[in-house]
């Protein structure tokens, strides 16, 4: 079977849907290779501001796994054969239109310039826990509600305009909190670590399980792999992943 190749331009929320990502499709037999180019809060205007520099400022993150190794964007693009490259918004702009362009359009134009046959798709971030203490949250009035529905309908009106596919994380992960178990006003846990990052166990694994359904029609009902993490000592909970599992192959 043909290897995929992903390359994911972004910030820590790309780092948490790409963690196991590799993993998750080892365990059903489908081939991939995943790069994170990784800066902490990386926003639109920043990515492109590092492509007209030419700037080595980027963590290189392979297969879920952090290097010392910096490199720049246009060195990556022509080190594989790119199936898919997958951008986002900072969360804490995704909310405002106005922080997405000129930038998007520019970043897109580059991209399929130098890799014409990638697939360009953006992921759906996510809004913050509702008891988040990020300092930009206030921006959204504390409202997780808010930060919700100002970000999706901004990323659906980008990818509307420019045609291309949608990861909807940010959905994803709003259906896994009308479940009694991750409602954190009812008392569930959070599918945040921080209030704003996702849960090493559970939230990294729904992003790179949905990640493999969109990108790699994955059958995530059939997925065996489990997470482990040495960031955390809680012991895994595998009733959490069948909800999680569920509400991914119903995501659309």
Known sequence: MKTTYILAIGNSFSRDATAYLYDICKSMDIPVHVVNLYIGGCALERHWSNVERDDHAYQYQENGVETDRYVSISEILHSKPWDYIVTQQSSHDSGWLDTYEPFTG????????????????????????????????????????????????????????????????????????????????????SICRDGFHMHFLYGRYALAALWAKELLKAPIGECSFQPKCCDTDEELDTSLLEIIREEVCNCN
């Open 106 to 189: 520019l970043l897109f134009d580059y991209l399929r310039k130098e890799v014409p046959g990638a697939q360009i798709c953006m992921q759906q971030t996510w809004a913050y826990e509702i008891d988040s203490d990020h300092g930009c949250f206030i921006r959204y009035n504390r409202d997780q509600q808010e930060m919700y529905r100002r970000s999706r309908a901004n990323y659906h009106t980008i990818v509307e305009k420019y045609n291309i596919p949608l990861i909807p994380c940010g959905d994803l992960i709003q259906n896994i909190r009308k479940h009694p178990e991750f409602d954190v006003a009812k008392g569930g846990r």
